[in-house]
Structure formats: structure tokens, C-alpha cells
């Protein structure tokens, strides 16, 4: 009896460890649906294939993850209200549009974030950890290059928009701001994890990445990761920071002090906006599609043609400089210009499904998310979705 009941307990035993490794094989192969959205999104916006800032690679990488990548889950319920806003964002957004490239641009971005949005949904926190640290270094190895180079005067073919003596570099992305907001992203979600190997190396890398990116911006939103610090990593970054930003304007015309430099020469407070193209188009998008015109966009009440009815306003207004394209710079604005009402709760849903996933840091969440609206970062961003998606399961203070 005594033998029986043995035999009966270790092949139950066996039987159980067999399933668990079976699962477990099983999860690290599915897994592999997600390694080209790994390794595709540091190139976000590079190798250029097509005109403009927006390029195919991560969007058709995101498209096999979202079918090779747990697809038993393939999609949430309480996703649909989110993913039908977003639909609905096309459609208003079409009737009053011509059919142009621009069109194609609105569609290409709400057609990119339900994909990513129902990719970065599946994830449980042990794939994207990898991806954020990924980019980390090859956007630090391409911008310390960079860097070095304007200072040596070597050769380099920049992918995104450099102007030497006015802005940072801008590693692989479409413009320093880019390079800039996004690294804080990622300097975000890495202290925000409960656990993980080198994370203070990884965040530094992220900060020296700010520097090279030279983005005001960005460097705005650093009151928000040096809040979660604690005191002695709190003296110890803004002691760095002053030596490397000092270091900086000792050798270099591509960096945060040549930007500081551009700006103090518009002048002090207002004429710092009106006078610097740069902020003038930044401020004066925001207050346009912001304050200006949204209850007019809210309404649905007028055709969309950003580029003319923005010019006509800077015009009238005696303060802004024209703007060159429909490229609208906060993704707040973009969405509520674009697409009225639909647009705008599209974005606060994302906001609604931040906080919920991180119920012990809701004011961080709201505050840090509309302030990346408020950056020249689209709402199909897949850091900006894997931020927000970020469960909460961390202490409060690194």
C-alpha cells in the first residue's frame, strides 16, 4: 500500500513538473513573436524609406507581434471602447479632410497605436524591460557619435534634423526634441521598476542622452524622475549633471549648452518664446489647437487644414511665426484638432488606463502623461503606450 501511494505521489509530481516546463517552453517561444518589435523599435525613425518623420519598420514588426506574440489573447474586451475612439478619430477626421498624404498620415498613426496598444496590452513585464534598455544604449552609442564627431569634425550623415550651433544631436530619431522626450520616457519607466540589473547605469545613459539631445523640453520634464529619488541619488544626479553639462560647454557646438546659448540670445522670459523659432512653433501650436481653436475643433464645425488656418492665426496675432507644414507639435493638440471630442477622449482614456494600471503613482501618471501630450510625441508612440501600461508594483522612492 505503502509503495502504491508512493509511486502514485511521484508520478503526480512528475506530471506537474512536466506541465510546468511544457507551459514554460511554450511562454519562451511565444515570446519570440515579440523580438522584431525588440530590436525594431530603437529605428523608430530610421533607415528612412519614406518622406517625412514616420518610417514602416516598428508599425510591420508590431503587426507580426500581434500575431505571433501571445495570440491566444489576442484582444481584451475592455479594449474595444478605446480601440472604437480611435476608429471613430479616422472617421471624423476624414469627412472634413482632403484625400491626401495627410490623410494617409492620420490613418497610419490610429492603425499603429491599436496595434501597439493591443501588443503592449499582452505583455506581463518581462520582454519591454529588455527593449527599453536596448534602445537606451544603441540611441547612446549613436548620440555620443554623433556628438563626437561635430566636435572632431568628422564625417556624419544625420537621419534626423541637426542644425550645428542651434540643437543637440538627434541619435536615430527624426529631431533632437524626439531624441530628447523619448529618453525621458525611458529614464521614467526604468525607475519605476520594482527590480533589474544596472538600473542606474541604464537611467544615467538615458540623462546623458537628454544632454546630447539638447531638447528644452526634455530637460523641463527632469523635475519628474528627480522626485523619485532619493536624497543621496538626488545630490549625486544634479552634481553630475552640472559637470556634465559644464564639460559640455567647455568643448562641444552640438549640445545642451549650445542650445541654452540660441535660446539666451532671443532675450529673457516672453521674447525667449517669440523670438526663438523653435519655442514660438512649440507655444504657439499649444495655445492654437489648445485654447484658440478647440472648441471650434471640438464642435467638428470646420474643414481641417492645420498649416492654413494656423498661418491665418499667427498672421492675425502679430506673435507667431508662420509654421511649414500640418505637422501639429503636441500630440494633445494633434488629436483634438484632428479629431474634436473623439480625439480627446481617446487621450484621456489612455490616461484613465495609466492610472489604473498604477494606482499608488495616479498623480505622477497624469502629470507626466499630459505632459508628454504636450511634447512633440504622437499618441501611437510605443514607449509612450509601454509607460502608461506600466503596472504598478514598485516602491514609491529609488
Request: proline residues 5%; hydrophobic residues 55%.
Amino acid at each position: 500500500m505503502h509503495a502504491f501511494n508512493f509511486d502514485r505521489s511521484f508520478n503526480g509530481s512528475s506530471m506537474i513538473a512536466g506541465l510546468k516546463l511544457t507551459a514554460k517552453i511554450s511562454s519562451r517561444a511565444q515570446n519570440l513573436g515579440a523580438l522584431p518589435l525588440i530590436l525594431m523599435l530603437p529605428f523608430l525613425h530610421s533607415p528612412k524609406l519614406l518622406e517625412g518623420d514616420t518610417q514602416p519598420w516598428v508599425l510591420l514588426a508590431g503587426i507580426f507581434a500581434l500575431f505571433a506574440y501571445k495570440q491566444q489573447q489576442f484582444l481584451k474586451y475592455k479594449d474595444i471602447p478605446l480601440l472604437i475612439l480611435s476608429v471613430l478619430c479616422v472617421f471624423s477626421y476624414a469627412i472634413r479632410a482632403s484625400v491626401d498624404a495627410e490623410l494617409l498620415r492620420i490613418i497610419y498613426m490610429h492603425i499603429a497605436f491599436m496595434i501597439f496598444w493591443v501588443v503592449v496590452r499582452r505583455e506581463s513585464e518581462d520582454l519591454f524591460p529588455i527593449a527599453v534598455r536596448f534602445t537606451v544604449v544603441v540611441w547612446l552609442a549613436v548620440g555620443l557619435y554623433q556628438y563626437v564627431a561635430v566636435i572632431l569634425g568628422l564625417p556624419v550623415e544625420f537621419i534626423g534634423r541637426f542644425v550645428q550651433g542651434r540643437s543637440g544631436v538627434p541619435s536615430l530619431t527624426a529631431e533632437p526634441s524626439f531624441y530628447g522626450s523619448m529618453s525621458m520616457l525611458h529614464m521614467m519607466y526604468l525607475l519605476n521598476e520594482q527590480s533589474g540589473k544596472h538600473k542606474i547605469w541604464f537611467c544615467s545613459a538615458a540623462g546623458a542622452s537628454v544632454i546630447l539631445s539638447g531638447s528644452l523640453l526634455a530637460l523641463l520634464l527632469f523635475v519628474f524622475p528627480l522626485l523619485k529619488l532619493r536624497f543621496f541619488w538626488l545630490v549625486f544626479s544634479l552634481v553630475a549633471g552640472v559637470l556634465v553639462v559644464f564639460f559640455d560647454s567647455m568643448v562641444n557646438p552640438a549640445g545642451l549648452t549650445t542650445r541654452l546659448d540660441t535660446v539666451l540670445q532671443s532675450g529673457f522670459g516672453v521674447d525667449v518664446i517669440l523670438f526663438d523659432p523653435s519655442l514660438n512653433l512649440r507655444f504657439g501650436h499649444v495655445y492654437f489647437t489648445l485654447v484658440h481653436n478647440l472648441f471650434p475643433s471640438l464642435a467638428l464645425s470646420s474643414p481641417v487644414n492645420f498649416m492654413a488656418d494656423y498661418n491665418q492665426f499667427a498672421a492675425a496675432s502679430g506673435s507667431y511665426i508662420d509654421t511649414g507644414s500640418n505637422f501639429i507639435l503636441p500630440a494633445l493638440g494633434e488629436l483634438v484638432y484632428t479629431s474634436g471630442p473623439f480625439g480627446l477622449a481617446l487621450a484621456i482614456g489612455v490616461i484613465v488606463y495609466a492610472i489604473k494600471a498604477s494606482p499608488r503613482r495616479q498623480i505622477e501618471k497624469i502629470a507626466f502623461m499630459l505632459a508628454c501630450l504636450l511634447n512633440p510625441l504622437q499618441i501611437s508612440n510605443p514607449f509612450l503606450l509601454i509607460y502608461a501600461l506600466q503596472r504598478d508594483n514598485v516602491d514609491s522612492k529609488r
